[in-house]
């Protein structure tokens, strides 16, 4: 067996599976496999102290920290690493139990250097971890170079998968292109721990709070888009000193169930809410077409299945529709005119999932703000259409 090596710095290969600490990714037979943060941690942790029995203390700590999880949490992940490389409790290939004492990696491994850069000429991503003071990792992202900028999390983000997915690829690169680029995966979502107690508004804003320490910024501007504006709405007036200038892109400073004034408006907020619930619960395909036109409503059906695709990889439906029961009653308007830095909001005339006149509110409650309108209908704005070009140009006009 080779010596185990500390230094996590390359790919792991053993079998027909491959190991990539630094890109956070498991692959079999080439393939990309999606595990839970807490299933690789185990995996890496294991597989790096190959030469010996790792303890099931050592594990916990290693994977939980300081949080109180059962043993039974551990087996339960051991049952997850076991199925996602090929391997069982009967067979033992890999990950052997050691009863009553912990678990030894025991497939044959051999280390890499992970292989040349990629060729696409792409700004590389770096991804890291950071852990909340309730225990929940939190993964975030720096690519780019030059001043900072940090994108609050917005719906069901994915630091890796959004890397190569032709909804989110060309914002990446685009906020990039002259900033250092801070991005997040919001607990439950992601390479953030999905396993989370609370999903509260507040934990989101904590989320954020964490990352700008972890990523050691004292002052930025901050990207809100859609529900991640009234995260950084929120984190802007809990830190004036820090937030710069503020950009808000489709947000809006209440939910569509906090916002419903009238009984029709109750009637069909309820009714949006309840058929999110019921779509979700069920894994309904249908229900997550429709979810997508209203999002992209100009794109092709080639993204509708990319953006389905991607919502279905980032977190579990459990999670999917406690997502949706917090972001229906988000209300930041109290605090949007506390709101000191100057602001640039950008919003889709034709926004169909957020309307424009979220974006007109957002623009009275704010005091130095400034309300841009895009020629779309999307509200995450596509690589080929024309507003995608306008939507940088203010961008960058706005932070230069």
Excluded at 10 to 33: A, N, Q, S, T, W
Excluded at 80 to 85: C, V
Excluded at 178 to 183: A, K, M, P, Y
């Amino acid at each position: 067996m080779a010596a185990a090596s500390k230094r996590g710095g390359g790919v792991y290969v053993f079998e027909d599976c491959e190991v990539d600490p630094r890109r956070l990714e498991l692959r079999r037979r080439g393939e990309p496999v999606h595990v839970e943060p807490q299933v690789f941690s185990l995996l890496t942790h294991l597989i790096r102290h190959r030469d010996r029995v790792v303890g099931k203390t050592e594990l916990l700590d290693a994977v939980w920290g300081y949080r109180h999880v059962t043993e039974s949490a551990l087996t339960s992940r051991v049952k997850a690493l076991r199925r996602a490389i090929g391997d069982s409790g009967g067979a033992q290939r890999m990950v052997a139990t050691v009863h009553g004492v912990g678990y030894r990696f025991v497939a044959d491994v051999r280390e890499t250097d992970g292989g040349p850069p990629a060729a696409d000429g792409r700004i590389p991503q770096r991804i890291r971890y950071c852990r909340s003071a309730d225990g929940v990792r939190v993964a975030y992202a720096v690519s780019g170079s030059g001043p900072p900028l940090v994108k609050a999390a917005n719906w069901l983000t994915h630091l890796d998968l959004e890397w190569t997915s032709p909804i989110w690829a060309h914002w990446l690169d685009g906020l990039a292109r002259r900033h250092t680029l801070v991005r997040y995966d919001e607990r439950g979502c992601g390479l953030s721990d999905w396993d989370v107690g609370e999903f509260r508004f507040e934990d989101w804003v904590d989320d954020l709070e964490l990352v700008a320490d972890a990523a050691a910024l004292e002052r930025f501007p901050l990207l809100g888009v859609s529900q991640g504006g009234a995260v950084a709405i929120a984190y802007a007036v809990r830190h004036p000193e820090r937030v710069s200038r503020l950009v808000l892109a489709g947000a809006y400073s209440r939910g569509r169930f906090a916002r419903a004034a009238t009984p029709e408006e109750k009637e069909e907020a309820a009714l949006d809410l309840t058929l999110g619930r019921i779509g979700w619960r069920h894994d309904d395909p249908t229900f997550r077409q429709v979810f997508a036109s209203q999002f992209l409503p100009g794109g092709t059906r080639e993204l509708w299945d990319a953006f389905n695709d991607l919502q279905r990889a980032t977190t579990s439906i459990d999670n999917v529709v406690r997502f949706l029961d917090v972001f229906a009653h988000i209300d930041v308007s109290a605090l949007a005119p506390r709101v000191g830095c100057p602001t640039l909001i950008l919003h889709s005339r034709g926004d169909l999932r957020v309307p424009k006149a979220q974006a007109q509110e957002l623009a009275a409650l704010i005091p130095d703000s400034r309300l841009c309108f895009l020629d779309s209908r999307n509200h995450i704005l596509t690589e080929d259409e024309p507003a995608w070009p306008v939507f940088l140009a203010e961008l960058d006009g706005f932070l230069a």
